[in-house]
């Protein structure tokens, strides 16, 4: 029997994510203690699932329907403000068990020094020998959809398939080729879909899906199919991609870390969260929203990236200095790759939304300690900001109690961290690579969460924190290129540990290289 084409809308992992996060301990328990209604919580909980029986058709409405977009606008951001609100409830329930975690403000200031983002030139339609990541099965039935479009253009080699699709499929195969007008990405992205299934009906569906008969629409309809029927998981992880700029290199271990700390990942028990969002990565590249090129880069072709852009909405902004476009209240994620701080700065406040998750800035900007983009005193009025990177500023970790990502990777006139880095309680992911600290404080210790501490080429560190093998959640230490004279003690508490690209032996140090076969 055929399996039923059916799509799984965007917010629909986002819901369910959050009704599951309501019915959490913590929540319940703050409900109890403030003295709220139960009852209107759990109308709450009914209008969202009431929301989730309609967002399939809604989000294929939205192609022509004005008011279904602004609705699944507003639904979204209705996510997001309560998505908000259970973080604050999850972290006032954690100070209350731990009321040590209270801190006072340091900022840390630094003149920077930095270094270019990597760039690409423009993206293009991309050639067979570009596709990345295919089984056999799946380049057999591309080649399918392709050989119609080489005979169109002169080509005299015929592809035969019957051994893995019959004649039917062939049929219908050239008839969807005809509706992609010989686009390759267009067949390429199809491609990728059609291989899940080699069920007749189930090419038959697509063949005469009322997709193809937009006509007011901007979306490229074989690529609007291709995201239609994306699992719901993985279209929140490419509406994120949305972030980036046109013609940007796309870093594979970067952005599965993004995705990561904005909780895009579905856990699984048997994979950790790094290959959970390997996998995602690929399966994005199986459907061509991500291209390689022949130098083995990573980029998002145009028509690609403006459809992460119109799935995403208001949520995520890119901007560079030749863009107009203004901060609004409802962007959750901004990354700006300008030069010039000033011509951005003119545009728009940063400091006026404060609901902002992702604060990327481009290490381009050279005029920083003249003209900020935003003073530290805006930066600390972002509460709900999980990702910075902020080695365009002077920062202060107050305010932050939710940040997962830290980004100071070269500062160069970073000499060290407060301690009040140890109340950041949720901070998965630190970067301070090529910078120029010269210790890292005790307190760091305390950030049980911690899975990846990046230290390389910290000329001036020499010791690590004694108590650095607490953090029993650390699966990626990076120490290559400082001025370590040796390692910690223990070593071997690190059972989390999957990368560590030095192992330093004192001459007096109680740590042996011994401590790595306990791991």
């Known amino acids: 029997m055929a399996l039923e084409l059916v799509g799984e809308a965007l917010l629909s992992a986002s819901l369910e994510l959050l009704l599951d996060r309501m019915a959490s301990q913590d929540v319940m328990d703050f409900i109890r203690v403030k003295k709220l209604d139960q009852g209107m919580f759990n109308k709450l909980k009914i209008m969202l699932l009431s929301a989730n029986r309609v967002l399939n058709d809604a989000e294929m409405k939205q192609l022509t329907d004005r008011d279904v977009r602004k609705w699944l606008n507003e639904l979204k951001d209705a996510i997001y403000n309560a998505e908000d609100l259970v973080y604050e409830i999850n972290t006032e329930a954690f100070a209350i068990r731990d009321p040590k975690s209270i801190w006072k403000p340091h900022t840390v200031s630094s003149s920077v020094q930095t270094r270019p983002f990597p760039r690409l030139s423009a993206a293009t339609l991309v050639e067979e020998s570009d596709i990345y990541g295919r089984d056999a099965d799946k380049e057999d039935i591309i080649k399918l959809l392709l050989s119609e479009s080489d005979e169109a253009s002169g080509g005299s080699d015929r592809i035969s398939v019957i051994s893995i699709v019959d004649q039917k499929l062939e049929k219908i195969g050239r008839q969807i080729v005809q509706k992609c007008k010989g686009l390759p990405l267009a067949i390429k992205s199809l491609g990728g879909l059609l291989s899940s299934e080699q069920d007749p009906k189930y090419w038959e569906n697509i063949?005469?899906?009322?997709?193809?008969?937009?006509?007011?629409?901007?979306?490229?309809?074989?690529?609007?199919?291709?995201?239609?029927?994306?699992?719901?998981?993985?279209?929140?992880?490419?509406?994120?991609?949305?972030?980036?700029?046109?013609?940007?290199?796309?870093?594979?271990?970067?952005?599965?870390?993004?995705?990561?700390?904005?909780?895009?990942?579905?856990?699984?028990?048997?994979?950790?969260?790094?290959?959970?969002?390997?996998?995602?990565?690929?399966?994005?590249?199986?459907?061509?929203?991500?291209?390689?090129?022949?130098?083995?880069?990573?980029?998002?072709?145009?028509?690609?990236?403006?459809?992460?852009?119109?799935?995403?909405?208001?949520?995520?902004?890119?901007?560079?200095?030749?863009?107009?476009?203004?901060?609004?209240?409802?962007?959750?994620?901004?990354?700006?790759?300008?030069?010039?701080?000033?011509?951005?700065?003119?545009?728009?406040?940063?400091?006026?939304n404060k609901v902002l998750r992702t604060l990327l800035v481009s290490d381009k900007i050279y005029e920083v300690r003249e003209k900020y983009l935003m003073h530290p005193q805006e930066l600390q009025s972002l509460q709900c900001l999980r990702v910075l990177s902020a080695n365009a500023y002077d920062y202060s970790t107050e305010g932050h109690l939710i940040m997962k990502t830290l980004l100071l990777n070269g500062c160069t006139a970073l000499t060290g961290l407060p301690n009040s880095i140890g109340n950041l309680k949720h901070l998965r992911y630190l970067d301070l690579t090529c910078s120029s600290i010269e210790k890292v404080p005790e307190s760091l210790c305390n950030l049980q969460e911690l899975h990846t501490l990046k230290l390389s080429y910290c000329r001036k560190l020499t010791h690590l924190p004694s108590n650095i093998t607490k953090l029993i959640n650390l699966r990626h230490l990076n120490i290559l290129g400082t001025s370590l004279r040796e390692m910690p003690p223990e070593m071997s508490n690190f059972k989390a540990l999957q990368t560590l690209d030095e192992f330093v032996i004192g001459k007096d140090s109680g740590s042996n290289i011994k401590e790595l076969g306990k791991l």
């Open 207 to 352: 063949l005469k899906n009322d997709t193809w008969n937009l006509r007011e629409c901007d979306i490229l309809p074989a690529l609007w199919m291709s995201y239609y029927y994306l699992p719901s998981h993985l279209k929140r992880c490419f509406a994120y991609c949305s972030i980036f700029p046109k013609d940007y290199e796309l870093q594979m271990k970067t952005l599965i870390l993004l995705w990561m700390v904005q909780d895009l990942l579905q856990p699984q028990e048997t994979k950790t969260p790094e290959e959970v969002g390997e996998e995602y990565f690929k399966d994005l590249i199986s459907r061509s929203f991500i291209l390689t090129n022949q130098d083995g880069k990573f980029t998002m072709h145009d028509l690609v990236n403006d459809l992460a852009k119109f799935v995403s909405g208001q949520s995520c902004l890119s901007l560079d200095d030749n863009c107009s476009s203004v901060l609004v209240s409802k962007t959750r994620h901004f990354s700006y790759n300008g030069r010039k701080s000033h011509n951005i700065k003119k545009n728009l406040d940063l400091g006026k």
